[in-house]
């Protein structure tokens, strides 16, 4: 298939190749010289080409040297047959398709009071999780064992005994080239721990570790309802308050690591709302979850079913109050909504300053029914300006709360196959036993 001179062939956001009409550009051309193998699997994989002579056109190498390197990649398990391609006339090509079963990963999310946890295959198509109500209160080694815990009894399930890597969020700012947390100020005791560290010391897998809302984001861009062709502004509201962008299919994490907390944005002047973190009034202290435990609890007296919850259990939970405005207790509805039109306003100017084609409403706040949603969605297009909410979409998540753990696991795999990182393991077939090298390698999604 000939090419017009300088046609761009763009697969995703993150990746723009421009192929002349003789060959491939100096950029490929230089991948070529130092991992000809790495680039046939990453332009099959990235959809770039799916037959030989497709692939023989893109890289300008003969078609001899491009049988040999597919002929390995298929011994080595990481491309297959697909069949035979559409017939443009003459002999009909044989198509090429990533492997996505050649390994699997693991991927963690750890959330204020919970944990999920996952296996996928190298596309993020997930192969079974667990999930438990957690508190991170519970600190950093106990909770890291509940993971631990949970992981080998999926790794026995699945026949999944060695990951090829590992993806972890976690509830708090996240220095993503040390994977380090960076006082987070809802994981008493977790400052400077390292969640990569821990997990090196149990398996022999490179380990990448970011913000929870960022992995929710991820796997919400790749797998939900919307265009991923459209930016993304993620808020996730749950016991505490986050928010990711993705613009360009590249996430906005900031200078360290810090993109993206709004809980802890000055909402209100009231010397009385005082924030988990130690300052006053934080988005998180009028609009996060704990919050709205606090008051519930507070305020149970006003309301039957709460009254009942604590006279069942000892105290109120989000779920209690979920439950009870789905019954339409006027109490936990009030709450909601205006938790929702705080939400609303502060997502507002978000709109107006980072302009995504898609809102997109995660969190604890889902379980709660639809008229917080709507509620946000009202007040967002009101108070945004007209160009900005002009064709954006507000919606709900739509992995039924697997986002986070299904963007976890996306972001090992993808930094396990990015073309640097494929490079140093593609001839082996497999990346395990180079995770200390790969983690120097973290280009996915950037």
């Not at 680039?39 to 003969?62: E, K, N, Q």
């Not at 100020?185 to 990448?208: C, K, N, Q, T």
């Not at 969190?363 to 108070?383: F, S, W």
Request: charge should be negative; proline fraction near 4%; glycine fraction near 12%.
């Amino acid at each position: 298939m000939a090419l017009a001179p300088e046609e761009q062939i763009q697969v995703d956001a993150s990746r723009t190749w421009v192929v002349g009409s003789e060959g491939a550009s100096n950029a490929i051309a230089s991948s070529l010289d130092a991992a000809p193998l790495a680039v046939i699997v990453d332009l099959v994989r990235t959809g770039f080409a799916d037959t030989r002579p497709r692939l023989a056109v893109i890289t300008g190498l003969s078609r001899k040297v491009v049988a040999q390197r597919v002929d390995q990649a298929c011994e080595n398990g990481l491309l297959k047959d697909a069949g035979l391609a559409h017939s443009e006339g003459g002999r009909q090509a044989r198509r090429l398709e990533f492997n996505a079963d050649a390994g699997y990963v693991f991927g963690v999310l750890i959330e204020a009071s919970e944990i999920t946890l996952g296996i996928s295959d190298l596309r993020g198509r997930l192969l079974a999780t667990a999930h438990e109500d957690w508190s991170v209160d519970n600190g950093p080694e106990l909770t890291m064992q509940r993971v631990k815990l949970h992981l080998d009894a999926l790794a026995s399930r699945t026949g999944v005994a060695r990951p090829w890597g590992i993806g972890v969020g976690v509830p708090g700012p996240v220095d993503y080239s040390s994977s380090r947390l960076v006082s987070p100020p809802i994981m008493p005791g977790w400052d400077g721990f390292s969640a990569r560290s821990w997990l090196r010391e149990h398996y022999d897998a490179p380990v990448w570790v970011d913000n929870d809302v960022n992995v929710m984001a991820i796997g919400e861009w790749a797998f939900g309802t919307g265009s991923r062709s459209d930016d993304m502004l993620f808020i996730k509201a749950g016991t505490g308050v986050g928010a990711a962008i993705i613009s360009r299919g590249r996430l906005l994490r900031g200078q360290r690591g810090a993109a993206g907390d709004i809980g802890h944005m000055h909402v209100t002047d009231d010397p009385q709302v005082t924030c988990r973190c130690g300052q006053t009034g934080c988005l998180e202290a009028v609009a996060g979850g704990w919050s709205l435990l606090e008051e519930a609890t507070r305020r149970s007296g006003a309301s039957a079913m709460l009254t009942a919850a604590i006279a069942d259990h000892g105290h109120v939970t989000l779920g209690d109050i979920g439950v009870a405005a789905h019954e339409g207790d006027p109490l936990s509805l009030e709450m909601l909504l205006a938790r929702a039109q705080i939400l609303g306003e502060v997502a507002a100017s978000l709109v107006n300053f980072v302009n995504p084609g898609q809102l997109v409403i995660g969190g604890g706040v889902l379980r709660a029914g639809t008229e917080p949603l709507n509620r946000i969605k009202d007040v967002v297009l009101r108070r945004s300006t007209r160009l900005a909410s002009e064709g954006l979409t507000v919606r709900a998540a739509s992995l039924d709360q697997m986002e986070g753990v299904i963007g976890a696991a996306l972001l090992a795999a993808e930094n396990l196959l990015a073309p640097p990182a494929l490079a140093r393991w593609v001839e082996d077939a497999s990346p395990l036993g180079h995770a200390t090298a790969l983690q120097r390698h973290d280009t996915a999604f950037v």
